[in-house]
């Protein structure tokens, strides 16, 4: 698994992510996504409406490098700020089953290939970055 404990805890409390994309001229889209840890295969998926015919989607059939970014604000006095970073690549998935109603037949599955935290482990109070 490439997750922690504590980062698949703090990921199951969360429903809105910051996923990243590189289009074919190079410019950058950070778009947010619903998004599902698949526990099985390590990834995180993103689904949504009519996701094929998103520019994130077409993105990914081109360059599959993304960040996706998991973060909330605990307080702001004292500022407390928490959540997880993860690079990788991305599969733009056709025909699968949707995995919430009223989503479409597309995925996007994002294999981590480097994961950052801060906020969420208290073993670990400060950022913790690993290559996994």
């Known amino acids: 698994m ?13 429903v809105l992510a910051r996923l990243a994309t590189v289009a074919p001229d190079g410019t ?3 778009s947010p996504v619903g998004f599902f840890v698949n526990t099985d ?4 998926d993103i689904g949504g409406y009519n996701l094929a ?16 970014v998991i973060d909330d604000l ?5 500022w407390l700020a928490r959540g997880v970073e993860i690079r990788g690549t991305a599969k733009a998935l056709e025909d699968v089953d949707p ?3 009223g989503f479409s037949r ?17 073993a670990h109070p400060g950022h913790t970055a690993r290559t996994v």
């Open 2 to 14: 490439s997750f922690t404990e504590s980062e698949l805890g703090y990921l199951a409390t969360q």
């Open 28 to 30: 950058v889209q950070n």
């Open 41 to 44: 295969l390590g990834t995180v």
């Open 53 to 68: 015919r998103t520019k994130k989607f077409r993105n990914i059939t081109t360059n599959p490098q993304v960040a996706v």
């Open 74 to 78: 605990v307080s702001r006095d004292p």
């Open 99 to 101: 995995p919430r109603p």
């Open 106 to 122: 597309q995925l996007i599955r994002i294999t981590p290939h480097r994961i950052i935290s801060w906020g969420i482990d208290p």
